[in-house]
């Protein structure tokens, strides 16, 4: 079945350093892929998405590109500010698995991000 | 404002008991799902309905079950509750699965 693996947490940073969190897949077919983040006592946004092989999501200074030959999904930032702690969530969703689980989001665990001033 | 609402927002209820937590959305989405979130463990399907009259199991559905009468309206039950059901459980919805919306969540506690 499909699958997605973050890279451990936490990850702690300083205000203005370089974000890199690591999101790799397994899927049956030609998935869709989310980053999605969850402030402390909210709901989950999404962040930024990408439908198809070498597009790139961006959002709010936050960038991903989707990499079929490497089954990948990172996200980055170039310079992150203390706002950005949050929880951040890697997922996928597959439009046609079958018919039996039509567009069902896959999530990753999850990393939990600080950054202090 | 477009989008779903869920409740109760929180509650604490005692183990054996039977709750329904409930989820409307207002978009006219077809596919709709109930995620619950763990520490450590991310977002895992417990139940899903691709359109108004069929449901299907995720990942973890035991001891929850579903219904969808109509579009606006997917409820998730608790038939007997325990204490592993303790969680943060979130409504979705879909229309063609490229964007997803998420309820705010219920926030259970079983004692």
């Not at chain 2, 991310?42 to 990942?59: C, D, F, P, Q, V």
């Amino acid at each position: 079945g499909d699958s997605v693996t973050q890279m451990e947490g936490p990850v702690t940073l300083s205000e203005e350093a370089f974000l890199t969190i690591n999101c790799t897949y397994t899927a049956t077919g030609y998935p869709s892929l989310f980053w999605y983040v969850q402030y402390p006592g909210e709901g989950l946004q999404l962040l930024l998405k990408a439908t198809k092989a070498d597009d790139k999501g961006s959002n709010k200074g936050f960038e991903a590109t989707y990499r079929k030959e490497t089954t990948s999904f990172h996200l980055e930032k170039g310079s992150v500010q203390v706002s950005d702690s949050a929880v951040y969530f890697c997922a996928l969703s597959e439009i046609n698995a079958g018919g039996t689980s039509y567009g069902k989001l896959t999530f990753g665990q999850g990393t939990i991000l600080t950054v202090h001033p | 404002i477009a989008g779903i609402t869920q409740a109760p927002t929180s509650q604490i209820l005692a183990a054996g008991r039977r709750m329904t937590l409930r989820c409307t959305q207002d978009m006219r989405h077809n596919a709709m799902y109930w995620y619950r979130q763990d520490l450590g463990l991310g977002l895992r399907l417990i139940h899903y309905s691709n359109t108004a009259g069929t449901t299907g199991k995720g990942e973890v559905p035991d001891g929850y079950s579903v219904s969808r009468a109509n579009t606006d309206d997917f409820p998730l039950t608790l038939a007997s509750a325990v204490p592993s059901q303790t969680s943060v459980y979130f409504c979705a919805s879909t229309d063609r699965g490229y964007g997803y919306t998420f309820g705010s969540g219920t926030r259970l506690t079983v004692v």
